[in-house]
């Protein structure tokens, strides 16, 4: 084990989600995919209490045309553009 | 917290700190010492696997991450020593490999670019694996292994791309 102690959570919406950051604040920190976070963790750059995973909350999965504008939602992965 | 990983197909069940990379959870919980730590730092790719078919750094993946998913280790790639997985196999038969420490990493790595690109030029196959470094600089063979396995003749890609600046080294600049 490298990075400091923390508590995980995986909320099951983005609600869910808002509303623990609301709760913890600058205690709290988002989890997407890691390879930025997870690298600052180790460093101990960055020491989060809580981590809220948000890599799978398919809400902010998705690349749709809305009109003539192309949406790609903020947790869409590299690998999927 | 609780996780249930499939690793190699086999379910497991463990209580893990969340602060547990998944490397960690591999090679000291579950005994499988393949793949290998290398740089700790999400540069060097010698700790690849594959996570639900797509390859991580799994020095950089938290074991409670890999929650109810399947991984795939080099110990559970080939069904047995003398049947081995056409990327392994690939590697032994174009010598892809020189001390071996990045090997599990590479042929990991190169199983999820296949997957992604069955029949990849030689670049695509060196801009695949840019996240995967040899220290012994075998990349030449290594290209040659990647080509192989996706049925192509490594020596006919070699012919049709005499622009490389050198053997084992990509510019990057698409000249």
């Known amino acids: 084990v490298i990075p400091a102690e923390f508590d995980y959570v995986r909320p099951e919406s983005v609600d869910a989600a808002v509303a623990l950051l609301g709760e913890r604040g600058d205690d709290a920190s988002l989890l997407a995919g ?42 869409t992965r590299h690998a999927t553009l | 917290v609780k996780v249930h990983i499939t690793v190699n197909g086999v379910p497991s069940d463990a209580e893990v700190e969340p602060r547990l990379l998944l490397v960690h959870h591999l090679r000291d919980t579950l005994g499988l010492t393949a793949t290998n730590i290398g740089c700790d730092t999400t540069s060097c790719g010698a700790c690849t696997v594959l996570l639900d078919g797509e390859s991580v750094k799994s020095c950089t993946v938290l074991a409670v991450q890999a929650d109810g998913a399947e991984v795939t280790t080099m110990e559970g790639l080939s069904p047995s020593p003398d049947e081995l997985h056409p990327v392994a196999a690939a590697f032994r038969q174009e010598h892809g490999l020189q001390c071996g420490f990045c090997t599990p990493g590479m042929v990991m790595a190169a199983v999820g670019l296949l997957h992604e690109h069955p029949r990849p030029t030689e670049r695509e196959v060196r801009e695949g694996l840019e996240g995967n470094l040899c220290r012994c600089t075998g990349y030449h063979n290594i290209v040659r292994a990647v080509l192989r396995a996706s049925g192509q003749d490594p020596d006919a890609a070699d012919e049709a791309a005499p622009d490389l600046v050198a053997p084992g080294f990509s510019t990057g600049s698409g000249a």
């Open chain 1, 34 to 75: 890691g390879h930025s976070l997870l690298p600052l963790m180790k460093l101990r750059f960055a020491v989060p209490e809580l981590l809220i995973d948000i890599g799978r909350l398919e809400e902010l999965q998705y690349v749709r045309l809305d009109g003539d504008e192309i949406a790609i939602g903020a947790g």
